[in-house]
T-cell receptor, first 114, second 114 residues
Framework: GAGVSQSPRYKVAKRGQDVALRCDPI?????LFWYQQALGQGPEFLTY????????KSGLPSDRFFAERPEGSVSTLKIQRTQQEDSAVYLC????????????FGQGTRLTVV | AQSVAQPEDQVNVAEGNPLTVKCTYS??????LFWYVQYPNRGLQFLLK????DNLVKGSYGFEAEFNKSQTSFHLKKPSALVSDSALYFC????????????WGAGTKLIIKP
């Protein structure tokens, strides 16, 4: 597609519910990132994939968070047993695997845990 | 420790006046520098980047930024502000030697008044 696509745009989950957030990156983009963004704050790094390999998951806040990219394209961020503190916007970005290239972001998924 | 500072939480400018959004960084070596803009309920959009060469880089929507190595700054500028420029602006830095990790500033809210 023309840009990074994320779905759903909005998700309301009851506390304790599992959620899955989808990211469809720009075709041909090897690198894929997940970020968490609180209202009015900068993005906080969660995890990074190069193709299907998850090279860095140091930003995942707990073992309830899990990300995968099995075929090196679409990625899913899963949050198990959601808590209120998980409420945030989850941003996905993709880029070419070169350090001087910019990342392209999706519109994000706003997760509200009630 | 590596860091990016955006010293102003908010910048107010009258339409038609020049604007500056400040960014300073503390990163070893010669980093790659980026500016992104975020409109309400949207993902981040790439504006411009500095990799090497001319210290003044031009980007989207009439924005430009000046890299100053001695002051470790990368301020975003525009000669004549538009009301539609009102948004949240983020500065980000990538360390040389890293092909993915970005260090983000906290963001500056730019308000352009008619």
């Amino acid at each position: 597609g023309a840009g990074v696509s994320q779905s759903p745009r909005y998700k309301v989950a009851k506390r304790g519910q599992d959620v899955a957030l989808r990211c469809d990156p720009i075709s041909g983009h090897v690198s894929l990132f997940w970020y968490q963004q609180a209202l009015g704050q900068g993005p906080e790094f969660l995890t990074y994939f190069q193709n299907e390999a998850q090279l860095d998951k140091s930003g995942l806040p707990s073992d309830r968070f899990f990300a995968e990219r099995p075929e090196g394209s679409v990625s899913t961020l899963k949050i198990q047993r959601t808590q209120q503190e998980d409420s945030a916007v989850y941003l996905c970005a993709s880029s070419l695997p070169s350090p001087n290239t910019e990342a392209f972001f999706g519109q994000g998924t706003r997760l509200t845990v009630v | 420790a590596q860091s990016v500072a955006q010293p102003e939480d908010q910048v107010n400018v009258a339409e038609g006046n020049p604007l500056t959004v400040k960014c300073t960084y503390s990163v070893s070596g010669n980093p790659y520098l980026f500016w992104y803009v975020q409109y309400p309920n949207r993902g981040l959009q790439f504006l411009l980047k500095y990799i090497t060469g001319d210290n003044l880089v031009k980007g989207s929507y009439g924005f430009e930024a000046e890299f100053n190595k001695s002051q470790t700054s990368f301020h975003l500028k525009k000669p004549s502000a538009l009301v539609s420029d009102s948004a949240l602006y983020f500065c980000a830095v990538r360390e040389p030697g890293s092909n993915y990790q970005l260090i983000w500033g906290a963001g500056t809210k730019l308000i352009i008044k008619p």
